[in-house]
Nanobody
Framework: VQLVESGGGLVQPGGSLSLSCVTS????????IGWFRQAPGKEREGVAS????????NYADSVKGRFTISRDMAKNTLHLQMSSLKPEDTATYYC?????????????????????WGQGTQVTVS
């Protein structure tokens, strides 16, 4: 499984930014896919996830109502639309695929444990 993120950058507080992640490889391993982030000096945390084929989504409380995760199955691309951005959203954002980890979809964001990770893309809100 390969995950390649793009779309990070610098944005002012209150602004919007969209991230994308092109995925490839095992379909099973990409059934549960999502975004995590890590700010300097902090632990990595779950942001949002989506399951296939159900399309169910899950969000961290800190981003609910501001971020939207979506998945284009035809283009094998994962998106994260971020709005009303805050300085505390500043972090490196990682695309991840759960793979064969024995973690339920509902708990995956909390466990921060995946078989596959992208290289990360920086988002700075300032």
């Amino acid at each position: 499984v390969q995950l390649v993120e793009s779309g990070g950058g610098l944005v002012q507080p209150g602004g919007s930014l969209s991230l994308s992640c092109v995925t490839s490889g095992s379909t099973y391993s990409r059934n549960c896919i999502g975004w995590f982030r890590q700010a300097p000096g902090k632990e990595r945390e779950g942001v949002a996830s989506v399951a296939a084929p159900s399309g169910s989504t899950n969000y961290a409380d800190s981003v609910k109502g501001r971020f939207t995760i979506s998945r284009d199955m035809a283009k094998n691309t994962l998106h994260l639309q971020m709005s009303s951005l805050k300085p505390e959203d500043t972090a490196t954002y990682y695309c991840a695929a759960r793979g064969h980890k024995q973690i339920s979809f509902g708990n995956w964001l909390s466990y921060v444990d995946s078989d596959y990770w992208g290289q990360g893309t920086q988002v700075t809100v300032s």
